[in-house]
Every structure is written in structure tokens, then in C-alpha cells.
């Protein structure tokens, strides 16, 4: 099954594009070059059949478009309706090239560095900054599996506190290493047994390095599955 249909919309799209004035112009040249780089890979691509569905809606939606740019002038609406379709183009295309594993991936980074930054953060910044970030973590894993746009800028709102508490553990541990002695007097006087105390002032930084490690992998991640989202 070839892409020439949907190629063919996005040659519409453009054409009712370039006779929009309403646009601004830097704007508009940015949509007419992605479009017609889109335009580019879905005139060469083979779509396997197992996609048909998928494919026709995509097409339908094309179609939906254009009847929009041809009774709008709102520059707003405009807009929108472009940037929504650009990247239903987009993730369209990951799909027929089979890219969605890449999403698999994102989403096993994150949930270790979810679990990760919920169970060590409380020992140095308390408990307020998990719970704030308790209910962005619940709606975002949801919307990345719908991949939704809104779900994956939550799930990537993570990696700075994340890299925030794994660098505070690591530094932690390396004040440790310095006064091994004092930093265990200091958590066992806070009432905490000494076997219990040796365990966390081992594990916690190490925990800490895994931590900036998954955080490093989400990011990467993140920066290879953006154009999976609509």
C-alpha cells in the first residue's frame, strides 16, 4: 500500500496554506517546510496492510483539514489545526516504519526513574515534592500510553528533580567516603538502629547513581520518541 493519498492531501494542505494571509509569514514558511518534508517521505513509503485502518483515518482527517483551511480565516484555529495534523502525520509515519518500540522503551525509562525519584527524594527535600509530582506521574504514564502530547511533556517534567535528587545523593555519598564515622554517628543518633543506618548510607548513593542513569535514558529517550505524540 503505497502513501501517494496522503501525500496527495498534504499537497492540498499547502497549496490552501500559501493562500492564507492571516498567517505570519515565518510561521507559515515553517509549516509549508515540514509539510513538504512530510510530503517527501510519504510519496516513497510501503505501508503494510496490518496499518489500513489507521492509514484511512489519517487520510479522512486530511481531508477534514483542508475543508477547515478552505472555510477559516481564523489565524488561531489556523494554527492549531496545522501543528495537530503535523504531528498526526508524524506519529503516523513512526508507525509505518515500525519506530513504536522506541515508545516501549521511553516508557520502562521513566517508570524507574519515577519509582526511583518517589522513594529517595523524602530523605533530603521531604515528602511535599513526591506528592506534587505523585498525580503529573499517574495522568502523564496514562497519556504517553495514549501518546498524547500533554502526557509525554508530563513524564518529561520528571528528569529535572530527578537528576536534582540523584545529584544530591551522590554528593551525599561522597561526603560519606570522606567521614564514614561521623555520617553513621550522625543517622544513628536520629534514632535509626546501626545495621539500618550502614544499609542506607551504602544503598542511598548507589540507588542515587541508578537513579541518574535512568534519568539520563528517559531523557534520551524522550529526545528519540517526541514525534511518536500528537
Known amino acids: 500500500m503505497k502513501g501517494k493519498l496522503a501525500a496527495a492531501n498534504i ?3 499547502i497549496n490552501e496554506l500559501k493562500k492564507i494571509s492571516s498567517l505570519n509569514k515565518r510561521k507559515k514558511d515553517k509549516y509549508i517546510s515540514k509539510l513538504e518534508e512530510l510530503h517527501k ?3 516513497n513509503i510501503e505501508i503494510d496492510e496490518k496499518f489500513k485502518i489507521q492509514y484511512n483515518r489519517m487520510n479522512e482527517k486530511g481531508k477534514e483539514v483542508i475543508k477547515e483551511l478552505k472555510s477559516t480565516k481564523e489565524k488561531n484555529k489556523i ?3 496545522i501543528e495537530v495534523y503535523t504531528r498526526y502525520l508524524t506519529a503516523s509515519l513512526c508507525d509505518f516504519q515500525g519506530k513504536t518500540i522506541n515508545l516501549r522503551k521511553y516508557i520502562t525509562s521513566f517508570l524507574f526513574c519515577a519509582m526511583l525519584f518517589l522513594a529517595l527524594t523524602p530523605q533530603f527535600f521531604g515528602f511535599f515534592l513526591p506528592i506534587l509530582f505523585f498525580i503529573p506521574i499517574y495522568i502523564g504514564l496514562k497519556g504517553v500510553k495514549q501518546r498524547t502530547m500533554t502526557g509525554f511533556y508530563m513524564t518529561m517534567s520528571v528528569i529535572p528533580v530527578a537528576f536534582m535528587t540523584a545529584v544530591t545523593w551522590i554528593r551525599y555519598g561522597i561526603n560519606v567516603k570522606q567521614d564514614y564515622v561521623a555520617s553513621l554517628k550522625m543517622i544513628v543518633d536520629s534514632g535509626i538502629s546501626q545495621n539500618l543506618a550502614e544499609i542506607l548510607i551504602v544503598t542511598g548513593p548507589v540507588l542515587g547513581c541508578v537513579l ?3 534519568a ?7 529526545i528519540k520518541t517526541k514525534d511518536l505524540f500528537i
Do not use: A, D, N
Not at 539520563?216 to 524522550?222: A, F, K, P, T, V
Open 11 to 13: 499537497t492540498q494542505i
Open 41 to 43: 517521505l510519504y510519496i
Open 79 to 81: 494554527e492549531s489545526v
Open 212 to 214: 541518574f542513569i535512568f
Open 216 to 222: 539520563s535514558i528517559q531523557l534520551y529517550q524522550g
